[in-house]
């Protein structure tokens, strides 16, 4: 059954990104073979419908179909507690502005590591950030 999301990040040189379900959980891997489109009009806050496949090495999104492009040059807000004037403030991130920063901190820091290792350091990285309460629900 299809469900829908919101891509946190796609490489379009690299071919592969995550995908965050609207139905909450974890980030769905998604690569550009799965696409049923033209991989230049994914990015960031691009609406996508895919179904949810389990892959070798975790979630993964297979027939993926563009439901909303954003313009290029937009930098979409992917819902973030602080930026959204909630009543608290707070340092601490939501478990999703977590993981796209650690994202794209991997992306930029090893570029040639493989989606499963980015996946394996995410899934380690949120655990620790739970444990020590840098990450809000």
Do not use: C
């Amino acid at each position: 059954m299809p469900i829908t999301g919101k891509v946190v990040r796609f490489d379009e040189f690299r071919g592969y990104g995550f995908v965050a379900p609207d139905t909450g959980g974890e980030d769905v891997f998604i690569h550009v073979n799965d696409l049923d489109f033209d991989k230049s009009l994914l990015g960031p806050g691009a609406r996508v419908e895919f179904e949810v496949e389990d892959g070798e090495r975790g979630l993964k999104a297979s027939h993926v179909q563009l439901l909303e492009q954003v313009p290029r040059g937009v930098t979409p807000v992917l819902g973030s507690a602080r930026q959204r004037g909630d009543d608290e403030p707070s340092d601490a991130l939501t478990e999703r502005e977590y993981l796209e920063e650690v994202t794209e901190i991997l992306l930029r820091a090893a570029p040639a590591a493989t989606a499963e290792q980015i996946l394996n350091i995410r899934q380690h990285l949120v655990r620790s950030a739970r444990h020590h309460g840098w990450i809000v629900e």
